[in-house]
């Protein structure tokens, strides 16, 4: 009986414990399938939440004709406008108007009519949209990320990123971080922040990191994108993945936020000292295309906006981490996406507008010369024995310490990248070179020995019309005093051409080249030194011109003032 009873006492406990299994395993299958119900449903939700942000991406009903709506300028009465005047030494851009502005404000559909009718591919990549912003103004980077995510298919836009570098706006702290949640719920928009002040170059390579999607797309802080924007990007990558591809950019007034189309297409370029410029679209390039909807090769990229598939900008170097803070690394992308055997492209049924400010909103850490020291490593690595041209512009660069490129030259090595003449040659063909034979029958100073006196620019912008100086010789010293002869009979600068009806005593101007000679076209003897005007005949004259004055074309006389030399004959 008593063992029994023992028996018995041992068996109860694997009872009991059998029962609490049971019930465990049901409490689990009930518990687990309400939470998988649950997470379930708040997927759902979100997907119907992103799906209804695009469908009513055009349907701001509930606010009217607000101002900037349709993306119309904000005309601001007189006690606002001195306010805003005031701000915009600040700012850069009209911050009053825009803060008036809906941060989803409703845009113009202004691509070409034929845009409208393509059908692109369902399988298209996903996309992280990488926004990098230091103390940006709440209006225009909230619009940035309104206007990516409500333009964009949902089932394409992976994440919008907004890389914070380290801003100290106190609004863009908590409350930036309550408002994205809030209205971002679903997470599409994420905030990440970065411990210091980086620069736009690493903190981008920081956002690049931080991504997921199959596609990077880099935005300014301060864009809007238009009807159908990503689709074209998406497209052209999928269809070729070594392709860097760019949206056509629009203008926003800085003055006004009026949304204005770009009109016409250019592509990019660079001067020597390795600044970006805009150039037209050349011949070749206008003969290639078929379509207005065809993509655009271009030389170089102005930087601000741009898609990549995710792993080939690594592939292909991302950027230059031992470029500081900001300057030159558009070009230097652009160089080494070319002769690494990829290619670089405009997208014209991809708009997005952009603020274009005339300087700089915020300050650089370090306050060094960022854009020379990073030219400088991208001329090194990449440029061969052009970077001559560089320090032509930057002789006070020479000897400066520019970090170690040692990686990048492996880099260039490890791509079996091409030469920076083959790009030349091949992807930049109307590029001028100033002091080729094949491009030029003479360069340097242009000297007037009577005088000592070189054609000079005087350090004008050479982007606008201006008197053509003379100023004392430098002794090539002075970028400002190399000029070439050009095989098409120019007297020329990089992209201005010495100019003039040809009247007695007047003043010859730079001019943006044309190429069709005309009043561009000189003749440079050089047994008697003149240089003459083809069509009127005058002479390049100094009579009655002092240092910092401006030249003269005069009737031929064979007097001194007319007797030129240049330094180098070839």
């Known amino acids: 009986m008593l063992l029994r009873c023992f028996g018995r006492r041992r068996r109860l406990p694997w009872t009991y414990l059998l029962i609490l299994l049971v019930i465990l395993i049901i409490g689990y299958h ?123 298919p949902p089932e394409y836009l992976h994440e919008v990123i907004l890389l914070d570098d380290f801003s100290d706006r106190p609004e863009l702290g908590e409350k930036l971080e309550k408002y994205v949640a809030k209205t971002w719920p679903d997470g599409v928009v994420k905030i990440v922040r970065v411990k210091q002040r980086s ?89 290639r295309r078929k379509s207005p909807t065809d993509y655009i090769r271009s030389p170089t990229m102005a930087g601000g906006l741009f898609a990549a598939d995710r792993k080939y900008f690594f592939e292909v170097g991302g950027y230059d981490p031992g470029m500081d803070v900001w300057g030159g690394e558009n070009l230097e992308i652009s160089f080494r996406v070319w002769m690494c055997g990829g290619s670089l492209e405009f997208i014209p049924c991809s708009r997005v507008g952009h603020i274009f400010r005339a300087s700089h909103p915020y300050t650089f850490p370090g306050k060094k010369d960022t854009h020379g020291i990073n030219s400088m490593r991208l001329a090194e690595v990449w440029m061969d024995e052009y970077k001559r041209l560089f320090y032509k512009h930057r002789q006070d660069l020479l000897g400066k310490n520019m970090g170690d490129i040692q990686d990048r030259l492996a880099l260039r090595k490890r791509l079996k990248c091409k030469s920076f003449k083959w790009y030349l040659d091949n992807v930049y063909p109307e590029k001028f070179i100033p002091d080729e034979t094949s491009h030029v029958a003479a360069f340097g100073m242009v000297r007037n020995p009577s005088k000592n006196l070189c054609l000079d620019t005087m350090g004008k912008d050479e982007k606008i019309v201006f008197d053509m100086g003379v100023y004392s010789c430098q002794g090539g010293k002075s970028a400002s005093e190399i000029f070439s002869l050009s095989r098409n009979d120019e007297l020329r600068r990089e992209e201005g051409c010495l100019d003039t009806t040809g009247k007695e005593g007047e003043r010859v101007k730079l001019m943006p080249c044309h190429g069709m000679k005309g009043h561009q076209a000189w003749k440079h003897d050089k047994t008697t030194g003149t240089i003459i005007h083809t069509s009127s005949g005058k002479c390049l004259d100094v009579t009655d011109v002092k240092s910092g004055d401006s030249v003269e074309v005069r009737q031929c006389s064979g007097a001194d003032t007319q007797k030129w030399e240049m330094e180098h004959y070839l």
């Open 30 to 152: 009930f518990t687990s399938h309400s939470v998988s119900k649950n997470v379930q449903t708040l997927t759902d939700e979100f997907k119907e939440l992103k799906q209804r942000r695009y469908t009513n991406r055009k349907k701001p009903t509930w606010r009217g004709s607000g101002p900037g709506e349709n993306g119309a300028a904000v005309i601001l009465p007189p006690n606002e406008k001195a306010r805003a005047d005031e701000l915009f030494k600040k700012e850069a851009f009209n911050i009053i108007a825009s803060d008036k502005i809906a941060l989803d404000r409703t845009l113009p559909d202004v691509r070409h009519s034929e845009c409208k009718n393509l059908v692109y591919p369902k399988d298209l990549p996903t996309a992280s949209v990488v926004v990098i912003f230091h103390n940006e103004a709440w209006s225009p980077l909230l619009r940035t990320a309104h206007s990516v995510v409500n333009r964009s």
């Open 199 to 287: 620069g736009l170059i690493r903190a981008r390579l920081a956002g690049a990191r931080a991504a997921t999607g199959d596609v990077l797309i880099f935005l300014d802080s301060h864009c809007e994108a238009g009807e159908n924007w990503l689709e074209p990007l998406l497209a052209r990558i999928k269809e070729k993945r070594t392709a860097i591809v760019c949206p056509e950019i629009d203008v926003i007034d800085a003055h006004t936020m009026g949304y204005n189309g770009v009109g016409g297409w250019s592509v990019g370029g660079f001067w020597w000292s390795l600044h970006f410029s805009w150039r037209p679209m050349p011949k070749h390039e206008q003969q």
